[in-house]
DNA sequence: TAGCCTTATTTAAAGATGCGAATAAAGTCT
DNA sequence: AGACTTTATTCGCATCTTTAAATAAGGCTA
């Protein structure tokens, strides 16, 4: 049970959070301004941010032109100040990528993997090599690293160690945080599910911005969801939430790679829709190679075979029932589509699945939700891990006198937190 | 935008807080053990309990006996510090309820409705004379009052003025709380989804205590649910969250009231099961007047009729797929079943309903959940309206100087709050 | 029953923190 | 150059929690 008091001491961290999360995200921001955004005294912002400058994590960066006055100061967070990495711990390969403290990439290197269901061993061994190559690529420095995300294809099981469980790899247990260590890195390791890095990666600099509640719904082979309930992800009691894929849409349907009947993920999810295509051909194969290719076959056959017409505008419907679902629930301002499919589907369907959507919703929460297209792609599962630490190091403000070793730390994205 | 900095007042207010809760919660204790459980020091604990005490809200009750020292002083709110009314604005009657602060029922009122479909105004002049009953009847006076609570079928719009819409009862942006100002009461109107204040009922009284992450699933002639997440009742963006109900269960399937199709009000929700029963009879009436001595009725038939037997087992099978669906999205560390159909399904189906859950719910977040009957009933509703105003109280530490007058505040109920 | 021992609570003093007012700094404008 | 304007810093103060020491309130012992 973590301590419910207060000090003034924590009055400070907080504080010092604030203003350095404000910088983050807002700045280059002048003290003035920093002021009025925050609620803080001018006292206060001009202390505080004098620690942050000799801390090294703030730095002045220009004034702005005053037009009678003494001019504004502009302060923003110092990139240099240290760097992260994130790794994408995929089905097909291990992406890692450094980036300095502005979110900058640096670096990046990618290893696929051969075999499917890779040992933990080897995994263990790509990402120590690595991170060889990416410090030597960037010019950087181990001690320079302020954290490591790892984004990881199935649940997390938060607690003492952190433990993957990790079906589509064969992971079960897997304690990735320890094994990292185990090969040398020193730097604090945060371990996520992979949809909820890049959930994070699109609310921090994509088509999440600024929202409170929202949805990042990714629809790949198979269906993952981010949760956003006020400014942090939701993880649940044990940090398995969000499992929209395998919510039962349609009760005794299609058999679901889960075991169970009728989930969304296997009506939605390309491998699901694919395989209705099939079927739907009468269980001729689709054309095409790669999954990838095979929707767009079945998109773009739309305007010429009835067959595709019609499987395309069953699978909208039901994808606009399963996001009707999530509002419903969870009632967000926002819901935002991505992961490969997702893209496919929304970028030539968005006003469809919206009506479909709206088929399904309750009106009134319907009326306050918009629903609209990712922008940064799958490949953001490795910048939304590298976020982990930062997101750790803002919500601490950086106190120099903290190491983050905990996994979950939060720090709500803009507007006041609680 | 609310102020994201904090002062040393607001150290202040939330240490008084804590103290006040846990006092609240899990009183009476020591000034001794108040320190051990919030971690706060003894002279901070002494110093703010002197104050709470001044204040009229804290009252020291008796001494625990020593074994060689001095005695501990037992404390604990004050009961009389003040009372709350708590109203139960359902389809059929309006029901009022007084306590005082330690949650004791001093007075009740019941009114029924002989519409369906209330005036508001009707429900205005009611609601006012039985405020005149409720105080005479429990021999207070008005001034007493902290807070009144109303709980309404339907969705509650938070905003400056909030607005009551219920389709059932026919009320579409109904301004309650400023209607019951209007009417000449003072204290502090609070209103939210019937719903919604069962399950905190629940939460803080009932089956839910004690869980940080938790489901309270009700089920009557229609469906709804109360999601808690860290402590807290969700609401989303526009407090409409939690509408599980109408939820897509069956893709196509029967037409709920809601208009859309395959709700899992539809399959679940009392009407619904009798709707399906009836079918299954050949169109056949189900005996028995209204629904709750018909699903009665239905359960008591399963052992002699394989048409009901084979009905009730299909409803389990929904309802376990939708309570699926719940454990899958947010991974809750405990689900309440409640509702009057919700608890005679419950209480005979248990442990059935439990393996149709495990059949539809992913393993690693099933495994971490347990499934409950409620404890309260539906009844509860009332209370649960009262410890609306309560908990504004408590998550202002009481302070003398604040009059609550915003609607939704925050407290979490045990364990730490960030 | 007086004195000692133990535990609970209160008091005193110290260290931190944010705020408002006053002051300094750095420009523009005339 | 001097007046004026806007931004940043400094200083004294009120508030707050903490630690350490003092006090209160019993039981126990002889």
Redesign the interface.
């Known amino acids: 049970?973590?301590?419910?008091?207060?000090?003034?001491r924590?009055?400070r961290r907080?504080?010092r959070s604030?203003l350095l999360s404000?910088l983050f995200f807002e700045g280059p921001l002048s003290r003035h301004e920093l002021g009025g955004r925050?609620?803080?005294s001018a006292a206060?912002v001009s202390n505080v941010v004098g620690e942050l400058i000799d801390d090294g994590l703030v730095i002045e960066a220009g004034q702005v032109e005053s037009d009678g006055g003494r001019p504004r100061v502009l302060l923003r967070v110092d990139p240099t100040f240290g760097n992260v990495v994130g790794i994408d711990v995929g089905e097909t390969g291990v992406t890692m990528e450094l980036f300095d403290l502005s979110m900058t990439r640096l670096a990046t290197v990618d290893h696929p993997l051969a075999t499917p269901q890779p040992d933990v061993a080897i995994v263990g061994e790509i990402i120590a090599a690595g991170f060889g190559t990416l410090l030597a690529e960037a010019g950087v420095t181990e001690s320079s690293l302020l954290g490591v995300g790892i984004g990881v294809p199935g649940?997390v099981?938060q607690g003492a160690t952190v433990r993957v469980?990790a079906q589509t790899i064969g992971w079960d247990g897997v304690a990735l945080a320890d094994l990292v260590h185990a090969k040398g890195i020193t730097a604090p390791v945060f371990v996520e599910n992979g949809a909820k890095t890049q959930g994070q990666a699109e609310m921090w600099f994509g088509a999440g911005r600024g929202a409170?509640?929202a949805v990042i719904a990714l629809i790949g082979s198979g269906i993952g969801a981010t949760?956003i309930?006020d400014g942090t992800t939701?993880?649940?009691?044990?940090?398995?939430?969000?499992?929209?894929g395998?919510?039962?849409?349609?009760?005794?349907?299609r058999l679901c790679r889960?075991g169970?009947?009728?989930c969304l993920e296997a009506?939605v999810g390309a491998e699901g829709i694919l395989d209705r295509f099939r079927k739907a051909r009468g269980g001729k194969a689709v054309p095409r190679d790669d999954e990838q290719s095979q929707l767009d076959f079945l998109l773009d056959a739309v305007d010429r075979s009835d067959i595709a017409a019609a499987l395309v505008e069953e699978t909208v419907?039901?994808l606009g029932?399963?996001i009707?679902?999530l509002v419903?629930?969870?009632?967000?301002?926002r819901i935002v589509l991505g992961g490969w499919a997702g893209m496919a589907l929304g970028s030539r369907l968005l006003p469809e699945i919206r009506t479909a959507t709206a088929?399904?919703?309750?009106r009134?929460?319907y009326d306050?939700?918009s629903i609209v297209l990712c922008e940064l792609g799958p490949d953001a599962v490795a910048v939304g891990a590298a976020t982990l630490p930062v997101e750790a190091l803002l919500s601490l403000g950086a106190d120099p006198r903290i190491r983050p070793k905990a996994q979950i730390l939060?720090v709500s994205q803009g507007?006041?937190?609680?």
Do not use: I
């Open positions: 049970m973590q301590p419910r008091r207060a000090t003034v924590d009055l907080r504080n604030t404000t925050t609620g803080l206060t649940t099981e469980h409170r509640h949760v309930t939701y993880r649940g009691a044990t940090s398995s939430a969000g499992e929209w395998h919510t039962t849409l349609s009760y005794g349907g889960c169970a009947l009728g009506y419907g039901y029932a399963g009707a679902n419903n629930l969870f009632n967000p301002e088929a399904h919703a309750l009134h929460a306050q939700t939060q507007k006041g937190h609680g």
